[in-house]
């Protein structure tokens, strides 16, 4: 009976250690990443802006290169871009 109220003791300690460490540390954090690119923002701009380019930067397209990538049917800026999905789903 005493192992037990031993080990109820220190986990309670532990749990109670671990209240007061959150206590005094941040609540908020930020990630910032930068890159650099070597072309005017117009054109990047351009590229970036095309759903069908997406692909070619996204970080789960890079991870999973057998990945099922969602076909758009249309063209960008126009009304009626519409992926393959939504088509197929009616």
């Known amino acids: 009976m005493n192992i037990l109220i031993i080990i109820l003791l220190v986990l309670a300690g532990i ?9 005094f540390t941040k609540k908020e954090y930020g990630v910032e990443r930068e890159i650099a690119i070597d072309k ?3 054109i990047v701009f351009d590229y970036l802006k095309l759903l069908k380019n997406q692909d ?7 991870m999973d290169p057998d990945m099922n990538m969602e076909k758009m049917l249309g063209d960008d800026f126009t009304t ?4 393959l999905k939504s088509i197929l789903e009616k």
């Not at 749990?15 to 206590?23: G, M, N, S, Y």
């Open 40 to 42: 005017p923002k117009k």
């Open 15 to 23: 749990i109670a250690l671990l209240l007061i460490i959150a206590l």
């Open 56 to 62: 070619n930067y996204s970080n789960w397209a890079t």
């Open 80 to 83: 009626g871009l519409r992926n």
